[in-house]
Structures are given as C-alpha cells and as structure tokens.
Nanobody
Framework: QVQLVESGGGLVQAGDSLRLSCAAS????????MGWFRQAPGKERDFVAA????????NYADSVKGRFTISADIAKNTVYLQINSLKPEDTAVYYC?????????????????WGQGTQVTVSS
C-alpha cells in the first residue's frame, strides 16, 4: 500500500501563500483517490479538498473555494495543496489521505491511509 508524507507547513502571516506537498511511496497515487483534511485544536478533522483520476476531477470545501487548489504530479507521485490568501482560521494540522477508488470522497472515515500531518499556523 502507499505511504504518505506531508511537508510544506509553517508559520506565516495572513495573506501569505503556502504549497503543501504529499509525497507518496510504495504505489502510484493514480491507483488512489487523494484528499486533504485539516484539524484545528479541539476540533474534528475536516475535509478541505480531494482529487480523483476519473476526469480527473477536484472538489473543495466551501470555506476554501477560490483560495485552495489541489493538484498532482503523477511522475513525482506527489499531491499538492496550494493555499493562497491565508487567514488565521486556516491554522490547523493539514493531513493528506488516500483510499482506493475513482471518485471524490468527502469524509475522513472514508479514507484508510494517512500521513503524519504538517502544521500550518497563520498569524494576524
């Protein structure tokens, strides 16, 4: 199965941009539906964005539409999350997830493979 490692998080100011990476190893990501989730302290793990290879298609949580972009480089076996116009409420640990399938999956419970997460902290 695939192993996932996130990177690219950090401490930034409101309005800045970040690109998070999710490097996969073990199997090609083209066999998996991929998603990004985030979890703020004391809150549940929320859906952010997902990509499937049927199309391919992407989808986003309403709260991030227009600011977040999910993409993938199959040759590098890596999924990215570009985050623009960061806000303090974007502060969270961001997780990459994968599962077998060809459609978009929105719930954390639908994914069975997870990375360790990368912290994003946005100061106002």
């Amino acid at each position: 199965q695939v192993q996932l490692v996130e990177s690219g998080g950090g401490l930034v100011q409101a309005g800045d941009s970040l690109r998070l990476s999710c490097a996969a190893s073990g199997r090609t990501i083209s066999r998996y539906a991929m998603g990004w989730f985030r979890q703020a302290p004391g809150k549940e793990r929320d859906f952010v964005a997902a990509i499937s290879w049927s199309g391919p298609t992407t989808n986003y949580a309403d709260s991030v539409k227009g600011r977040f972009t999910i993409s993938a480089d199959i040759a590098k076996n890596t999924v990215y999350l570009q985050i623009n116009s960061l806000k303090p409420e974007d502060t969270a640990v961001y997780y990459c997830a994968a599962r077998a399938g060809i459609r978009i999956y929105y719930s954390a419970s639908q994914y069975d493979l997870w990375g360790q997460g990368t912290q994003v902290t946005v100061s106002s």
